[in-house]
């Protein structure tokens, strides 16, 4: 008997279902205007997000995460297609926070750089369950490779900007690629968070943030 093929669900799938019965445009589901729409949808994207961490996102389905919220299969299908839309929710909930850029402000430069540093492995600690799924799903769909890819791009944009602005106040080395010093060393925040947080590799947090905000400002030529 041959062996059954397993489909693997992906984001592009879901959304060819996403249209009206007449082919015209996308379906509507409820947005959650009222206070207690808001809440139910909000009760479903938590509870997705709890399964997930705890099955992963192949084995998750819908009947396991209408249970985990306690509502009705029916409720689900009120605000969410499917569940690869709502996991399209989740990562856009969770990468919108880990990759901000102002998580402090300050007029210091170094202090800049270690506020934010702080605040990317904080916050990629407290979301490693959810962030390792992530990571496995955007190797084989390719609407959550493309908004990661598109998000981490923003990212990289905005910490040219921020390094091409210390460059014209004199705080930087004009001979560093603003671009490049973007990519690298934001590149080196997240690879030591990804060591740390979802190899498990055992560091002082506090040590790890000194040590990377040194790095990154002996690395554009600010005296730490």
């Known amino acids: ?56 996102f192949l084995r998750t389905r819908i009947a396991d995460i209408s249970k985990e919220a306690k509502v009705s299969h029916g409720t689900f299908y009120t605000y969410f297609f499917s569940k690869e839309e709502v996991f399209r929710e989740i990562v856009d909930s969770v990468e919108i926070d880990l990759l901000r850029v102002d998580a402090v402000e300050s007029t210091d430069p170094v202090e800049r750089i270690r506020a934010g540093n702080r605040h990317y492995l904080e916050s990629f600690r407290d979301n490693a369950d959810i962030l390792r799924v992530i990571q496995q799903v955007s190797t084989f769909d390719e609407a959550v490779r493309q908004t990661r890819e598109e998000r981490q791009t923003r990212f990289a944009h905005a910490l040219e900007r921020r390094t091409r602005s210390y460059q014209e106040e004199g705080l930087v080395r004009g001979d560093i690629d603003p671009w490049v010093a973007a990519n690298a060393l934001g590149g080196m925040v997240s690879n030591f968070a990804d060591l ?29």
Not at 207 to 224: C, K, P, S
């Open 1 to 56: 008997m041959a062996a059954e093929r397993v489909r693997i669900p992906n984001a592009s799938r879901g959304r060819t279902a996403d249209t009206s019965e007449d082919g015209t445009g996308p379906k509507r589901r409820g947005t959650g205007r009222t206070v207690r729409g808001r809440q139910s949808r909000q009760l479903l994207v938590d509870a997705a997000r709890t399964v997930f961490e705890r099955q992963g």
């Open 196 to 224: 740390m947080f979802i190899q498990g590799r055992t560091f002082d947090l506090d040590h790890v943030v000194d040590q990377l905000t040194t790095l990154w400002a002996r690395a554009v030529g600010i005296e730490a």
